[in-house]
């Protein structure tokens, strides 16, 4: 399978909104894939990702603010909280609850609390990156997944001050770029975009996947996170919690511009395997890619 032959589905309209009201908007031919230009939104972005945190963003008020949602969303949150993990022990051999070393502010190292999704197996190895289709799920894993609900656990995390309800997600040690300058989030603007990530990851292909996560999905995510961080307000975060609890989820826009970051791989690739010929198969893929399919 070559490296450009995965693409998003079709989209009519695609926009990512930041705090501070700025818009990019593309629209797609009917039938065809929407065309993004690769450089023109990450102009938004600095190149490494680091930005200046936002007032609100390092404030003791957001830190309240995360205390006090959490706290007045627990009559609702524990009844929930209950019945998964009810169903995670009725369903799978195995504890409830999954537990994993994550990198928080400054590279201070804490356990993240999820709700088991995989098949409990203390000898297994599985892969760090997450598709549709690599790991050994359970039958509620899945569910649970596409409606972040193993994710709810982490309202402790929140608590605890590990977290806050909107930031940029924790990674796994390994996946470290950068160090965060503040809480990682529950939720947030590059979670928002890549909510259905393990989809789009189950189009790449397997001997590429590492490094396409590596040079494509964790940079951008950090630029969509830095962007968002640097102009956050509580009005923005309580928007983005709310479209995140309500799945207003529109990942249009991550899947165009990893479409577009996996084109331009495939060009370079071509011109390094066969200089002579890549042009011409460049202006051949970029013909199919704007007709899509029809």
């Known amino acids: 399978m070559e490296v450009g032959s995965f693409a998003p589905h079709p989209v009519e309209t695609s926009q990512l909104e930041i705090p501070h009201g700025r818009q990019k908007s593309v629209d797609a031919e009917p039938g065809g894939v929407a065309e993004i230009p690769l450089r023109e939104p990450l102009l ?13 963003s390092q404030s003791a008020a957001k830190r309240i603010f995360d205390c006090a949602c ?3 969303a627990l009559p609702v949150v524990i009844p929930v909280l209950l019945a998964v993990a009810l169903a995670v ?12 070393k994550r990198v928080g502010a400054h590279g201070r190292t804490f ?20 598709t549709a289709e690599n790991q050994p799920f359970t039958s509620i894993g899945p569910f649970l997944r596409r409606f972040k609900l193993d994710e709810l656990p982490q309202v402790f995390n929140v608590l605890a001050g590990h977290m806050s309800l909107v930031g940029p997600r924790p990674k796994m040690p390994e996946h470290v770029v950068v160090d965060l300058p503040c809480r990682p989030g529950i939720t947030g603007a590059a979670t928002i975009a890549f909510a259905r990530e393990e989809t789009v990851l189950d189009r790449v292909p397997k001997h590429y996947l590492d490094t396409y996560y590596h040079k494509v999905v964790l940079p951008t ?19 983005l919690i709310l479209n995140s609890a309500l799945r207003r989820w529109d990942s249009s826009f991550a899947d165009s511009l990893l479409a577009q970051e996996a084109f331009e791989m495939e060009s370079r690739m071509r ?19 704007l007709t899509g399919t029809r």
């Open 44 to 56: 938004l972005l600095n190149l490494r990702g680091d930005r200046e945190l936002s007032a609100w």
């Open 70 to 72: 959490v706290l007045l």
């Open 89 to 100: 022990r009725l369903t799978s051999s195995g504890p409830v609850l999954f537990l994993q």
């Open 111 to 130: 356990t993240i609390l999820k709700f088991r999704t995989l098949v409990h197996d203390v000898d297994a190895s599985y892969h760090a990156v997450t």
């Open 221 to 239: 995510k950090r630029r969509l996170d830095a962007e968002y961080m640097a102009h956050a307000t509580c009005l923005s975060d309580l928007k």
């Open 271 to 289: 011109e390094r395997r066969d200089p002579e010929t890549a042009p011409l198969n460049v202006k051949a893929n970029k013909r199919t890619r």
